[in-house]
């Protein structure tokens, strides 16, 4: 293997954390979670990315979600230039928002009117905001584990006083500072999986509560799957007390199916929130549902949200080039076939090595734990040896294989991923196990 250099990248670091906070523009990539210092991107194709160093990394990050075709697909590509001819932003109605729109409700027949934003972030806060005026209730539940984006109601976590069977309520305090504790009073916190500690909140406080927003699959725990009495659970009791269950799919919409986790799993959410793939790459965020529903938003109703850049040209033609590329050739057979092989790859590789680890997949999402047992809940997931994880990291980066600097995020593959991409990365873990990591996790 060629010699790594890594010089030009620790010069931008450096030079990064001089004007940006930490060096980066969102946490996860100062590789706070592994060490050492974060490689910066000069291009990307397909299924790789270079770096400024010149290295070649295969990778299994994808911008976090959304490029299931792989980077700068040619028909993505074409459209955005088209856009760009044509001006970047208006401030006034496109067609294109009406093509994008029309599109994201074909795939989700549950859904009547969409709206454009330009991140998850927003897309979560203005859906938390319309279940609160749509049904004129305070408080929202959301899950140990579950990522929402950074509004002030979503950085919330669980205190010492967490559900118990005996069916009390959780104590809630923020998970960052600068979110009031006013605030967070108003967000509780349950265990994902946990259908007995939702019933017993909903049984305490059922009729204050707005709306239930959970991720349908959790990414951001690494990946968590719900069982089928968790998700039975959500239903009936969002239905007994009417309050409204949100979807997050920033992660999930269109990347599971052509109907995200909402066709896959079978759901019925009140709100669906979607991001990532829907802007092919760059930044939008939208929310939809029920016409009943999404007709509170102003202009029509008394919900106020607005954005200046919400429906960008640009970012709506991405999208537009994006969904009917999945739509005329789904990925999501050979996704579901790299995947699988990519697990069983992946199990029988640590089953030699005597390292325990548990893999949770759906789809082109996956998570290798370094736990032993099975990870179906978030206090699963944080038994997990962060020390071997870091071995792991730093093994697979050194042979050219770009895996998320974090136990607890899913990584992502592409349909750019084939055959030689699966034996890559297969071989490069077999050196990563055997010269580089000696500790065994318990």
């Known amino acids: 293997m060629d010699p790594i250099t890594t010089l030009r990248s620790e010069v931008l670091f450096e030079r990064a954390e001089q004007v940006i906070p930490g060096g980066v523009n969102s946490p996860v990539r100062a590789f706070r979670a592994v060490g050492g210092t974060p490689r910066f991107i000069a291009r990307a194709g397909g299924s790789r990315l270079w770096d400024v160093d010149g290295n070649e990394l295969l990778d299994y990050v994808g911008s976090w979600g959304p490029m299931i075709l792989g980077h700068n697909h ?68 959301k899950f140990r584990g579950n990522y929402h984006g950074h509004a002030d109601s979503l950085l919330v976590q669980a205190g010492s006083g967490l ?54 699959v959790v990414g951001n725990a690494g990946v968590l799957i719900p069982t089928a009495e968790f998700l039975a659970a959500l239903h009936n009791l969002t239905k007994q007390y009417g309050a409204l269950l949100i979807a997050d799919e920033v992660m999930t919409g269109f990347r599971l199916a052509p109907g995200g986790a909402v066709e896959l799993l079978g759901l019925q959410p009140g709100l669906v929130c979607w991001g990532k793939i829907i802007g092919g790459g760059l930044p939008v965020g939208a929310y939809g549902g029920r016409a009943g529903i999404m007709q509170q938003v102003a202009p029509l109703g008394p919900v106020y949200q607005a954005g200046t850049l919400s429906g960008n040209p640009v970012a709506m033609a991405a999208g537009i ?37 548990s893999i949770n997949r759906v789809g082109s999402m996956i998570t290798v734990f370094f736990h032993a047992g099975p990870v179906s809940t978030y206090a699963d997931a944080v038994q997990s040896n962060t020390g071997v994880f870091k071995q792991f990291f730093h093994g697979l980066l050194l042979h050219g294989v770009y895996w998320p600097p974090s136990q607890f995020e899913a990584a992502f593959f592409s349909a750019a991923h084939g055959g030689e991409e699966l034996e890559y990365t297969l071989e490069a873990v077999e050196k990563v196990l055997q010269n580089s990591m000696h500790e065994k996790t318990g």
Request: glycine share 10%; net charge negative.
């Open 74 to 141: 040619p028909h993505v590509q074409e459209a955005i230039g088209v856009a760009l001819e044509e001006g970047l932003s208006y401030g006034a109605p496109t067609e294109r928002e009406i093509v994008l729109a029309e599109k994201v409700l074909q795939a989700y027949p549950g859904c009547d009117q969409v709206r454009f934003v330009s991140s998850g972030t927003e897309a979560t806060m203005s859906a938390l905001r319309l279940a609160r005026g749509f049904t004129g209730r305070d408080l929202i539940v």
């Open 163 to 216: 559900l118990t069977s005996g069916g009390g309520t959780a104590q809630s305090a923020p998970s960052s500072a600068g979110v009031p504790q006013t605030f967070a009073a108003l967000t509780l916190v349950a265990d994902y999986n946990d259908p007995e500690g939702l019933e017993a909140l909903f049984a305490t406080r059922g009729y204050e509560i707005a709306a239930v927003i959970f991720e349908p």
């Open 321 to 357: 080039a994006t969904l009917e590329l999945l739509a005329q050739d789904p990925p999501y057979e050979r996704l579901e076939r790299y995947g699988r092989a990519l697990q069983e790859g992946l199990e029988n590789t640590f089953h030699r090595s005597g390292i325990p680890i």
